[in-house]
């Protein structure tokens, strides 16, 4: 049987907002070390990325996030060389053996996420939020930030980010037409990438990478 289009949810705001402001730490040029979920052989996911992007790119003020910078963020590390070589090498062994121990997969996303700075799909995941733990612990022992107790984890892959205030009344108009249904990822890749965000976009390059299996 066909399945439902994804329900939408809008977060708790006033009006959507530029994303691309720069954060504490950040300026043009800043590179960043975190660990990611990236998506290179999700075949679905990029066909429906695909779809919504061509009917999001008609919304005045929404950045569409092409499919090969598709990504769900999990755990920042730290600025690049913040860790010398032999500690961050450590750190990825651990980060890897903690991750072939945990069932993340299959990530379905299911939900489309409308917060103030943008839109994605929303995942639901056995262990994600295990897996998120243990890294924030391990980033911590390695010298990297502490987790913060109070922050809730909501993984989602963005679809578009907003470069100013945008009609909502466009983007739901565009929603239809991409008709989006939920979709089920069985191989991500569990990625470590030095990340930049210059020119209203983040792009980076992987430092290690394991994919991701049941």
Same mark, same amino acid.
């Given at each position: 049987? !066909?399945?439902? !289009?994804?329900?939408?949810?809008?977060?708790?705001?006033?009006?959507?907002?530029?994303?691309?402001?720069?954060?504490?730490?950040w300026s043009?040029?800043?590179?960043?070390?975190?660990?990611?979920?990236?998506?290179?052989?999700?075949?679905?996911?990029?066909?429906?990325?695909?779809?919504?992007?061509?009917?999001?790119?008609?919304?005045?003020?929404?950045? =569409?996030?092409?499919?090969?910078?598709?990504?769900?963020?999990?755990?920042?590390?730290?600025?690049?060389?913040?860790?010398?070589? =032999?500690?961050?090498?450590?750190?990825?062994?651990? =980060?890897?053996?903690?991750?072939?121990?945990?069932?993340?997969?299959?990530?379905?996303?299911?939900?489309?996420?409308?917060?103030?700075?943008?839109?994605?799909?929303?995942?639901?995941?056995?262990?994600?939020?295990?897996l998120r733990?243990?890294?924030?612990?391990?980033?911590?022992?390695?010298?990297? !930030?502490?987790?913060?107790?109070?922050? =809730?984890?909501?993984?989602?892959?963005? #679809?578009?980010?907003?470069?100013?205030?945008?009609?909502?009344?466009a983007l739901?108009?565009?929603?239809?037409?991409?008709?989006?249904?939920?979709?089920?990822?069985?191989?991500?890749?569990?990625?470590?990438?030095?990340?930049?965000?210059?020119?209203?976009?983040?792009?980076?390059?992987?430092?290690?990478?394991?994919? #991701?299996?049941?």
């Amino acid at each position: 049987m !066909p399945s439902h !289009p994804v329900p939408r949810q809008r977060g708790s705001f006033e009006r959507t907002r530029n994303h691309w402001w720069w954060r504490e730490g950040w300026s043009p040029g800043t590179r960043y070390l975190t660990w990611h979920l990236t998506f290179e052989g999700a075949t679905a996911l990029h066909e429906a990325a695909e779809r919504a992007g061509k009917a999001l790119s008609t919304v005045t003020g929404v950045d =569409v996030v092409p499919v090969e910078w598709l990504h769900l963020t999990m755990t920042g590390v730290g600025h690049s060389g913040d860790l010398d070589p =032999v500690t961050l090498n450590e750190h990825v062994d651990s =980060v890897f053996s903690a991750a072939s121990r945990a069932s993340i997969v299959p990530l379905v996303f299911d939900r489309l996420f409308i917060y103030q700075e943008g839109l994605s799909l929303s995942a639901t995941s056995p262990g994600l939020q295990e897996l998120r733990k243990l890294q924030g612990e391990l980033v911590s022992a390695a010298g990297g !930030p502490a987790p913060d107790p109070d922050e =809730v984890f909501y993984p989602r892959v963005s #679809l578009g980010y907003f470069s100013q205030e945008i009609s909502e009344e466009a983007l739901s108009d565009a929603l239809d037409l991409a008709d989006l249904h939920p979709i089920v990822v069985v191989s991500p890749r569990l990625s470590l990438i030095e990340l930049g965000r210059d020119d209203r976009m983040y792009t980076w390059r992987v430092v290690a990478q394991q994919e #991701l299996h049941s």
